[in-house]
Nanobody, 115 residues
Framework: QVQLVESGGGLVQAGGSLRLSCAASGSIAFAIHMGWYRQAPGKQRELVALIARSGSTNYTDDVKGRFTISRDVAKNTVYLQMNTLKPEDTAVYYC?????????WGRGTQVTVSS
């Protein structure tokens, strides 16, 4: 059973950067999508970025031009480079692996952006 572990969260000032990592215990090569989601207090979990098996990427409008999703298939790791962070980016960030018949979630990593 594939397990996902996120890391790289923390406290950063507005305008700063963080790089999140999501390490999978199994191969991500077969995942239809790998994605990053976030959930702010009192809000629903929302999609931040996706990377497809083909390598194509998609982003929610709020993060376009600031965040970049990438992957290292050999390391079974997905990354989220976050630049020009804003206080509204504060949330718990979750990694997701969609294998079609099932998907897996990590436990999340907290990102806090101070103004």
């Amino acid at each position: 059973q594939v397990q996902l572990v996120e890391s790289g969260g923390g406290l950063v000032q507005a305008g700063g950067s963080l790089r999140l990592s999501c390490a999978a215990s199994g191969s991500i090569a077969f995942a239809i999508h790998m994605g990053w989601y976030r959930q702010a207090p009192g809000k629903q979990r929302e999609l931040v970025a996706l990377i497809a098996r083909s390598g194509s990427t998609n982003y929610t409008d709020d993060v376009k031009g600031r965040f970049t999703i990438s992957r290292d298939v050999a390391k079974n790791t997905v990354y989220l480079q976050m630049n020009t962070l804003k206080p509204e980016d504060t949330a718990v960030y979750y990694c997701n692996a969609d294998y079609g018949l099932f998907d897996r979630w990590g436990r999340g990593t907290q990102v806090t952006v101070s103004s």
